[in-house]
C-alpha cells in the first residue's frame, strides 16, 4: 500500500485535472482582471501556469481561447506588451468574430489597442523535429508553428499526449528529446522514476542488511546458550521474511515506476 503513496507524492506537482484548472483559472483571472483584483489575478495565473504542463489530452478550441485570453492578459499585467499583443493574435485568428466586451477592457484602453493591432499573419516557421505522433498546434495537426503570434503545442505518442506548452515563438519551444517517446520523458514521468528509484534503492538496501542479520543469526544458533536459541531463531526467521518482503517491494516499485505510462 505505502508504494502507492509514494507514487501519489510524485504526482502531488500536478492537479488531478489540469484541464479543468486551465480552464477555472482562466476565467477567474478575467473576473480578478475585470475587479482589478491584482492579488487574485496573480494566484489564479499562478495556478494556470502550473496546470499547462500536467494536461495529457488534446484541449479543445474553446480551452485554448481562454487559455490566450488569460494570457494575453498576464503579459500585459506584467508589462510585455509584445506578448500580448501576439496572444492577442491567436485569439483573433482562431475567433475572428469575437471582440473584447467593454466591461472588461473598455473603448480607449492601451489593452484595447493591443488587441486591435494584434498580428493575424498566416506565416508559419516549420519545425525540424517532431515526435511520434505529431504535433497539435491549437488543437490542429500541424508541422509548424505561427510566426508572429502565440500558439499552445502539443506533443503526441501513440495517441497521448505526452507535451503541452505554451508559447510566444519557437525560439521558446523547449529542446526535446525524441530518441524516446516523449510521454515518456515527461516532467511527471521523470519525477515518478526518480523517486521511484531511489526509494526502491532504498528498500533494496534494506534487504541486503535484513539478509545479513538473517545468515548471522541462522550461524549463531549452534553456538548461543540453550536459553537464547528461540530468541536467536526469531530473530532470523524475522529478518528473512523482512529481507524477502524489502527486496519484493523494491522489484515491485520499480516495475512500476518504469513500466506504466504516466
Not at 492577442?88 to 484602453?109: C, F, K, Q, Y
Not at 506533443?155 to 505554451?166: F, K, L, M, R, S
Not at 545479513?212 to 536459553?227: F, I, K, T
Request: charged share 20%.
Amino acid at each position: 500500500m505505502w508504494i502507492w503513496l509514494v507514487v501519489a507524492w510524485a504526482l502531488a506537482d500536478c492537479p488531478e485535472d489540469p484541464v479543468g484548472q486551465v480552464r477555472g483559472s482562466a476565467a477567474a483571472m478575467e473576473v480578478a482582471f475585470v475587479g482589478l483584483d491584482e492579488e487574485g489575478f496573480d494566484s489564479t495565473h499562478a495556478r494556470l501556469a502550473a496546470a499547462i504542463p500536467c494536461i495529457v489530452e488534446p484541449l479543445a478550441l474553446r480551452d485554448i481561447l481562454a487559455l490566450h485570453r488569460a494570457s494575453a492578459l498576464a503579459a500585459f499585467m506584467d508589462g510585455d506588451m509584445v506578448a500580448s499583443r501576439k496572444s492577442w493574435g491567436a485569439v483573433r485568428t482562431l475567433h475572428p468574430d469575437w471582440v473584447p466586451p467593454s466591461s472588461m477592457i473598455p473603448e480607449g484602453h492601451l489593452l484595447r489597442g493591443l488587441f486591435d493591432e494584434a498580428p493575424t499573419d498566416p506565416e508559419v516557421v516549420a519545425l525540424d523535429m517532431a515526435p511520434p505522433g505529431g504535433w497539435l498546434v491549437d488543437g490542429r495537426e500541424a508541422t509548424g508553428v505561427p510566426a508572429q503570434r502565440a500558439f499552445v503545442l502539443q506533443g503526441i505518442d501513440e495517441g497521448a499526449v505526452g507535451y503541452t506548452g505554451y508559447h510566444h515563438s519557437v525560439a521558446e519551444i523547449p529542446v526535446l528529446d525524441f530518441a524516446e517517446p516523449i510521454s515518456r520523458v515527461s516532467p511527471r514521468a521523470k519525477k515518478i522514476r526518480k523517486t521511484g528509484t531511489l526509494v526502491a534503492g532504498g528498500m533494496a538496501a534494506g534487504a541486503l542488511a535484513g539478509l545479513g542479520v538473517h545468515l548471522h543469526a541462522r550461524s549463531a544458533v549452534l553456538e548461543v546458550p540453550y536459553d537464547k536459541v528461540d530468541g536467536t531463531v526469531t530473530r532470523a526467521n524475522v529478518s528473512g521474511v523482512s529481507a524477502v518482503a524489502l527486496g519484493a517491494g523494491a522489484v515491485g516499485l520499480t516495475a512500476v515506476a518504469w513500466a506504466v505510462r504516466w
